[in-house]
């Protein structure tokens, strides 16, 4: 969609201003619960460009997600039902003009939440999965608050540390790597540590 290209190129825009860790915080927050434009796009160029700080970037990433993500759970928690099983008009707002919102993907998380609790978490924070929509329907189904920012916390900054890290030790040539691989390599890691996590389950 033009629109979505738009706030993309205006986010990249601002890895060239001296505003531009300001405009990380503020993106990573909005990004954990309405913005559609993952952080990582604003991270990598201004890691890239100030390779000393990049590490500190990652933080900023991480601390405000964080932040992003509980507003996200309030706006689950507290504004999301009109009563048990009807949505409010600014959850059916959601559901028409932000992407990565649905009303039949929502409506499946909660299984996904009965059956892996933290780890569904964990999975959205540090993977492509859109992250809005699982701290949103955390609030929304009462989710336990402190595994929920917990795991947060662990997917969101394993994340952020990850490329920061990458882009510290290698810089450039690194760059069309985590472009082109970066979310495959990520789903797959997941896909491992769920692998381990039923093995453990099924064996004790």
Not at 19 to 46: H, K, N, Q, W, Y
Request: with cysteine; proline share 5%; glycine share 10%.
């Amino acid at each position: 969609m033009k629109y979505i290209r738009g706030i993309y190129d205006w986010v990249l825009s601002w890895s060239e201003k001296p505003g531009g860790p300001s405009a990380l915080g503020v993106m990573s927050a909005a990004e954990a619960s309405f913005f559609p434009i993952p952080p990582d796009v604003l991270l990598i160029p201004l890691a890239l460009g100030n390779r000393e700080k990049a590490i500190w970037f990652a933080t900023i990433c991480s601390v405000c997600s964080i932040m992003g993500a509980v507003v996200g759970y309030g706006i689950g928690h507290f504004i999301w039902w009109a009563e048990p099983g009807q949505f409010t008009g600014f959850a059916q707002f959601f559901f028409d003009h932000i992407p990565g919102f649905t009303i039949a993907a929502f409506s499946k998380i909660q299984v996904q939440y009965d059956q892996w609790d933290f780890w569904i978490i964990f999975t959205a924070g540090f993977t492509p999965i859109p992250f809005k929509l699982f701290t949103i329907s955390a609030g929304a189904f009462e989710i336990d608050f402190a595994a929920f920012v917990l795991a947060s916390l662990v997917g969101r900054s394993a994340r952020f540390f990850l490329v920061s890290g990458l882009i510290k030790k290698y810089g450039e040539p690194i760059h069309a790597f985590i472009d082109n691989y970066f979310n495959i390599l990520a789903l797959a890691f997941t896909i491992l540590l769920f692998g381990g996590f039923l093995m453990v389950k099924v064996l004790f």
